[in-house]
T-cell receptor
């Protein structure tokens, strides 16, 4: 079945450092790809998405490019802030019984210190 | 504002009891989902529903049941058959149905269930 693999955390950075969180996937067909963010005690919020190969999703300074040749969707940010500390989830859309659902990676915790 | 409301935020269950988690959305979404989140495990799909009066088992449906009598409501019951129910439960919704695969899911703030 479809699957998503994320780098293990926690990722610990100083404020203004460059961020990369790796995400690779295995899927049949052409899934859409998503990054979600979860702050402590809350649900998930959509951060960005890409629906086809070579698409770049971006939001709040975060970017990720859908790379079909390497089956990857790495999350990047040029300068992180303390407020970016959260858990980040990579996900892909897949099909079950003819309907679309999401398969998530295990999440990567990001800790940013002042 | 439109959104998804999960209640209660914290829930405690005694051994052998069934407990029901509420999920209501006013986004007019057709599809609704329940996930379980455990530390280091990511999110795992319990049940999902694409239309009223229809729902499908996800990856870890054993010990859980759902109903979808109204479009805006998708309650989850954790039964006594679920041997390890302590977890964070998340409800989500979107407009994805059938061939549409690029619609993101919107999430509630979750319910944390603990065993007394």
């Amino acid at each position: 079945g479809d699957s998503v693999t994320q780098m293990e955390g926690p990722v610990t950075l100083s404020e203004e450092a460059f961020l990369t969180i790796n995400c690779t996937y295995t899927a049949t067909g052409y899934p859409s790809l998503f990054w979600y963010v979860q702050y402590p005690g809350e649900g998930l919020q959509l951060l960005l998405k890409a629906t086809k190969a070579d698409d770049k999703g971006s939001n709040k300074g975060f970017e990720a490019t859908y790379r079909k040749e390497t089956t990857s969707f790495h999350l990047e940010k040029g300068s992180v802030q303390v407020s970016d500390s959260a858990v980040y989830f990579c996900a892909l859309s897949d099909r079950r019984s003819g309907y679309s659902t999401l398969t998530f990676g295990k999440g990567t915790m990001l800790l940013v210190s002042p | 504002d439109g959104g998804i409301t999960q209640s209660p935020k914290y829930l405690f269950r005694k051994e052998g009891q069934n407990v029901t988690l509420s999920c209501e959305q006013n986004l007019n979404h057709d599809a609704m989902y329940w996930y379980r989140q455990d530390p280091g495990q990511g999110l795992r799909l319990i049940y999902y529903s694409q239309i009223v009066n229809d729902f499908q088992k996800g990856d870890i449906a054993e010990g859980y049941s759902v109903s979808r009598e109204k479009k805006e409501s998708f309650p989850l019951t954790v039964t006594s058959a679920q041997k390890n129910p302590t977890a964070f439960y998340l409800c989500a919704s979107n407009n994805a149905g059938g061939a549409i695969s690029n619609q993101p899911q919107h999430f509630g703030d979750g319910t944390r269930l603990s065993i007394l």
